[in-house]
């Protein structure tokens, strides 16, 4: 039988990274000859802020699993009753086999070991600074990473790899690089004076960075785009306007969008958050310590003052030559069928 691989997705109506690199993957799967799917909880469900056509399951029985397995602290009658309802649910859920793979991103990898299913299990690990969140005190972190029944883990940065190996012992694990879609992400050099941002993560930053900006006075011919709950190519028709992008990434696993903001042409200016290390090049990005507010706004005025328009243009042709040669479909793609033909074949072995 051919193995399916069935990757568990939140429903996420905001935009995610993770949401659409878990829905990245099972396209590229697909696409080469593997039969995958994403998974989600509600009836009907697709993520609508990106064009997809996915292929999407829904299994109540493995979402109302882990949701039960959260609530540790239930009368008997409650455990009682939550197993009447999981039995049902499994029951009319479609039915996992053990030549199945199941994959957990690393919100869900807590509960592992709780749940009771005969296929193969993979953690999807876009972030390792998730890892121990959500943390469940009857069961060791061990148990779901170095467990035998985890056949491998996956991750989309060296920091994450290097992070992982460090906590765990014995993980088969293995590093894909994610890819930014040229045909949505890509250079151009009609650009506005104009500094994007995302202030979904460390808006306390945002906000003291943006005012400060705007109090010194500084940046008078310079204006600020917000970029929030936007779909992904209008996410990119601001991101190829603009000539700056402030980043304030935190403890990303890899860290999207400064990275499709530099696909884009933009100059790159903030924290990397660990995850962004790898590709926040001081040749083509202004680096930031994390947390230091002064030095962002000195970086901003320094960078906006000391460069010609056009020396910006150019800098940002460095940075989207480089993102779009490290990081692009046909390297992800051959990482994503590498990484799954050894899982695959090793296990079968």
């Known amino acids: 039988m051919k193995n399916r691989l069935f990757f568990l997705c939140p429903d996420n109506d905001v935009p ?71 039995k049902y649910l499994k029951e009319i859920s479609f039915e996992l086999n053990d030549s199945d793979y199941v994959i957990f991103p690393e919100i869900y990898a807590h509960f592992i070991s709780e749940i009771n299913i005969v296929c193969k299990k993979v953690i999807f690990n876009q972030n390792c600074y998730y890892t121990f969140l959500n943390k469940n005190d009857n069961y060791p972190f061990e148990n779901n990473y170095s467990s035998k029944s985890v056949e491998a883990v996956i991750v989309v940065s060296r920091n994450s790899e290097e992070y992982l190996n460090l906590a765990f012992q014995n993980i088969r694990i293995y590093r894909t690089r994610l890819g930014i879609d040229s045909d949505i992400f890509n250079f151009s050099n009609n650009k506005k004076r104009q500094i994007a941002y995302m202030p979904r993560k460390l808006k306390d930053d945002v906000d003291q960075v943006i005012n400060i900006i705007n109090l010194r006075g500084k940046l008078s011919d310079w204006s600020f785009v917000e970029i929030d709950g936007k779909s992904e190519e209008a996410v990119a028709k601001i991101l190829k306007e603009s000539a700056l992008f402030l980043s304030f990434n935190h403890k990303e696993g890899f860290g999207l969008p400064p990275a499709e903001a530099m696909a884009c042409g933009c100059v790159v200016i903030g924290y990397r958050g660990e995850g962004g290390k790898e590709y926040f090049n001081e040749n083509f990005c202004f680096p930031i310590k994390d947390g230091d507010i002064i030095e962002f706004i000195k970086k901003i005025e320094f960078v906006t003052s000391n460069h010609s328009f056009q020396n910006l243009l150019e800098i940002g042709q460095k940075a989207s030559d480089f993102i779009l040669s490290n990081y692009n479909s046909d390297i992800e793609k051959n990482d994503v069928i590498s990484i799954w033909q050894k899982i695959i074949l090793n296990t079968n072995d």
């Open 16 to 86: 995610s990274g993770g949401v659409k690199q878990i829905y990245r993957q099972v396209d590229l799967l697909n696409e080469n000859g593997f039969n995958a799917y994403v998974i989600h909880n509600r009836k009907n469900y697709r993520a609508s802020w990106f064009k997809n056509e996915t292929k999407i399951l829904r299994n109540r029985f493995l979402f109302k699993t882990i949701k039960y397995i959260r609530k540790q602290n239930q009368s008997h009658f409650r455990k009682q009753y939550n197993s009447y309802i999981l």
